[in-house]
Antibody, heavy 120, light 108 residues
Framework: QVQLVQSGAEVKKPGASVKVSCKASGYTFTDYYIHWVRQAPGQGLEWMGWSNPNNGDTNYAQNFQGRVTMTRDPSISTAYMELSRLRSDDTAVYYC?????????????WGQGTLVTVSS | EIVLTQSPATLSLSPGERATLSCRAS??????LAWYQQKPGQAPRLLIYDASNRATGIPARFSGGGSGTDFTLTISSLEPEDFAVYYC??????????FGGGTKVEIK
């Protein structure tokens, strides 16, 4: 079955960077965009951007421009999201999610989430 | 940026009752709207896409409707496992893709 498995929880200091991985299985990795969505504690969902695993193209939400980098390694069916210059308000669960259909921008399935805690 | 406003914020109902959730867009998104369910400690799950299409494996008691700026998610008869938070999402005009603030369906 289609599955996304993310890396484990991280604790970072303000100003540091974090890199979250998302390993895909059960389908052809290069056929579907990977999106990243975050959720602060007790809050709603915030879309961060997408990565095209086929050619490496990306598109980022303006709120994260200059701080986020989405990459991928097709040889191991893994996508990555790196967020730099972390602040306390970046504390959140970060999810990767696959396009339901090619370039559909409907998200299914989702990874299990990675909690990133930013604290001094 | 398209703003999605969900109402009510909380819906208190009993199992077996009908739930009607609303999502209003700040401008027309045509039929480019989806609904997700999220339970505590879990990732969201896609329920409905393109306003009215049920995702694979979603029970028939979940239905979506609407177009333009006004959308509804209806749960015809609440099961115990349906008590959760529900989010709408638009993909019509991006970036950014946007989500509503969520509606919590709680047991009365």
């Amino acid at each position: 079955q289609v599955q996304l498995v993310q890396s484990g929880a991280e604790v970072k200091k303000p100003g540091a960077s974090v890199k979250v991985s998302c390993k895909a299985s059960g389908y052809t990795f290069t056929d579907y965009y990977i999106h990243w969505v975050r959720q602060a504690p007790g809050q709603g969902l915030e879309w961060m951007g997408w990565s095209n695993p086929n050619n490496g193209d990306t598109n980022y939400a303006q709120n994260f421009q200059g701080r986020v980098t989405m990459t991928r390694d097709p040889s191991i069916s893994t996508a990555y999201m790196e967020l730099s210059r972390l602040r306390s308000d970046d504390t959140a669960v970060y999810y990767c999610a696959r396009d339901l259909l090619t370039r559909s921008f409907w998200f299914d399935p989702w990874g299990q989430g990675t909690l990133v805690t930013v604290s001094s | 940026e398209i703003v999605l406003t969900q109402s009510p914020a909380t819906l208190s109902l009993s199992p077996g009752e009908r739930a009607t959730l609303s999502c209003r867009a700040s401008q027309s998104v045509s039929s480019s709207l989806a609904w997700y369910q999220q339970k505590p400690g879990q990732a969201p799950r896609l329920l409905i896409y393109d306003a009215s299409n049920r995702a694979t494996g979603i029970p028939a008691r979940f239905s979506g409707g609407g177009s333009g700026t006004d959308f509804t998610l209806t749960i015809s008869s609440l099961e115990p496992e349906d008590f959760a938070v529900y989010y709408c999402q638009q993909r019509s005009i991006w970036p950014p893709v946007t989500f509503g603030g969520g509606t919590k369906v709680e047991i009365k």
